[in-house]
């Protein structure tokens, strides 16, 4: 089963609107990862964060590797329509830990 | 340049019968991983291959979950006598070093 937890499960966004989502384990991670699905597609990574604290950008996205290392939050700036999607948070629990443990996702809908 | 691809995209199979699943990696990628997402999860991990080494099949949900990578670039995924809660969609990865790619998947639908 997942062993992280992202909230909310899911939300609705108006077009230049601010969104914010997060994810929480009980468990220490090494890296934390946000990747977009659209359907019908497989995971494409957005962000990767590799130390505790880190505050990370990609355009209009930020991400945060929490200073306890069990949290990660994603905000995405001015959205637009094509930010709808699931977006996952995954994480290596050890430096040596080569397969990704996933959340269960946020889906982000456009609200009409 | 191409990414991961996978075939098929789409298979329905009666309840019982034998699947296979196969996945082309990113040329000259090392590493190749399978999931298996369940509607409204994230990827769960199935496998991990470097190379043509199965180094991890700890993932596998049973004896009926077959996979191979025997020249150590397109690997398969081979169910038995699939079951109904086999149905999902498998994701296939590659990676070089660290980033992992995925292809798009193949829905698995088992009546």
């Known amino acids: 089963g997942q062993q992280l937890n992202q909230s909310p499960q899911s939300m609705f966004i108006q077009e230049g609107e601010d969104v914010s989502m997060n994810c929480t384990s009980s468990?220490?991670?090494?890296?934390w990862l946000w990747y977009k699905q659209d359907p019908g597609e497989g995971p494409v990574l957005l962000i990767a964060?590799?130390?505790?604290?880190e505050l990370t950008s990609n355009g209009r996205l930020t991400a945060q590797f929490g200073i306890t290392r069990k949290d990660s939050f994603l905000n995405i700036s001015a959205s637009i329509p094509s930010d709808v999607g699931i977006y996952f948070c995954?994480?290596?629990?050890?430096?040596?830990?080569?397969?990704?443990?996933f959340g269960a996702g946020t889906t982000v809908t456009v609200r009409a | 340049g191409a990414g991961v691809s996978q075939s098929p995209r789409y298979k329905v199979a009666k309840r019982g019968q034998d699947v296979a699943l196969r996945c082309d990696p990113i040329?000259?990628?090392?590493?190749l991983f399978w999931y298996q997402q369940a509607l409204g999860q994230g990827p769960e991990f199935l496998t991990y291959?470097?190379?043509?080494?199965?180094?991890?099949k700890s993932g596998l949900p049973s004896d009926r979950f077959f996979a191979e990578r025997p020249e150590g670039s397109v690997s398969t995924l081979k169910i038995q006598r699939t079951q109904q809660e086999d149905s999902a969609v498998y994701l296939c990865?590659?990676?070089?070093?660290?980033?992992?790619?995925f292809g798009p998947g193949t829905r698995l639908l088992v009546l």
């Open positions: 964060l590799y130390k505790a604290g």
């Open positions: 040329s000259g990628h090392v590493s």
């Open positions: 291959f470097q190379n043509e080494a199965q180094l991890d």
């Open positions: 990865a590659s990676s070089l070093i660290e980033t992992q790619y």
């Open positions: 468990s220490i991670f090494n890296t």
């Open positions: 995954a994480g290596h629990l050890t430096s040596n830990d080569y397969k990704l443990s």
